[in-house]
């Protein structure tokens, strides 16, 4: 039986592949700071199939607290199968450009936070020779722009850290799954006008499952942002200047 732990788990993408596994009837232990919707999600997930569902409480930020709650999923769940680490912040640059305190807040939930998880999680995995630890960037992560660069910095340093991770922990039999959503149309998004580039939670989750099978190594979501990173990324730094993204 899938054994799953969420960490991140109220947010839109991690539920809806939350759902995913649930359908398979998988064990699931979901990590989050909101309690109640906590207790409602992991309540949705036994009605939907999973096995069993247990929850812990954390605010990602509470570094001294990772331990615990981690010990507590993997004794709960017995091993990990899939571990998906889906929390994050879309900060607002300009705050960010005017705070050093919000800019480093920001990097803190969006980037250190999941380095700090990820370096907790990775002395298990690599001692049970299996197992996926999959991580949701973004293809933000890809290029700074003027538009979210703290947020892309974040990002950038979680997929490369991920990158070193994951040639390290494949010679234990273990895959680092980067996952790279483009617009996804979720809470964190809400404001934003939405167009045809826009994808649902419930796509990217397949997605994530996917890749997770697979052992992927990078994946866009939608796989269309491949190229559109491509091209982003190749714009030479005398056009990239004058343009605004
Ligand atoms: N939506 C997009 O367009 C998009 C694109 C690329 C990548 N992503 C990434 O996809 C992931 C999921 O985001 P989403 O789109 O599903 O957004 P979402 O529904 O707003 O979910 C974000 C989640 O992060 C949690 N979170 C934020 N700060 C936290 C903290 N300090 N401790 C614990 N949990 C915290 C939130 O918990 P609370 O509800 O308690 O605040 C929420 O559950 C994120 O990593 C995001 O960066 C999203």
């Not at 809806?16 to 207790?39: E, S």
């Not at 939930?109 to 999959?134: H, Y």
């Not at 990217?204 to 491949?226: C, N």
Request: glycine share 8%; hydrophobic share 50%.
């Amino acid at each position: 039986m899938l054994r799953v732990l969420i960490i991140g788990a109220t947010s839109a993408i991690a539920e809806a592949t939350a759902r995913c596994y649930a359908a398979r009837g998988a064990r699931i232990f979901l990590v989050a700071r909101d309690t109640t919707r906590l207790i409602d999600i992991a309540e949705d997930l036994r009605i939907r199939g999973a096995t069993n569902v247990d929850h812990a409480m954390l605010d990602v930020n509470n570094q001294p607290a990772h331990a615990g709650v981690l010990e507590q999923a993997w004794q709960k769940l017995g091993g990990i199968d899939v571990a998906l680490i889906a929390h994050g912040t879309l900060p607002d640059q300009s705050a960010c450009e005017s705070s050093v305190e919000t800019a480093l807040a920001e990097f803190a939930t969006n980037g250190t936070s999941t380095i700090a998880l990820l370096t907790a999680l990775a002395p298990g995995m690599e001692a049970q020779g299996r197992g996926v630890l999959a991580i949701i960037s973004s293809v933000a992560g890809d290029r700074g722009r003027q538009s979210n660069y703290l947020y892309g910095a974040a990002k950038a340093a979680v997929s490369t850290f991920a990158s070193g991770l994951r040639q390290r922990l494949a010679k234990a039999g273990v895959s680092v799954v980067t996952i790279k959503p483009g617009f996804v149309d979720t809470p964190m998004t809400r404001n934003f006008r939405k167009g045809a580039l826009w994808a649902k939670p419930d796509a990217v989750a397949r997605g994530i499952v996917r890749a997770a099978d697979r052992g992927s190594s990078v994946v866009y979501l939608p796989w269309f942002w491949l190229p559109i990173m491509l091209v982003i990324k190749h714009i030479p730094e005398f056009i990239f200047k004058r343009i605004k993204l």
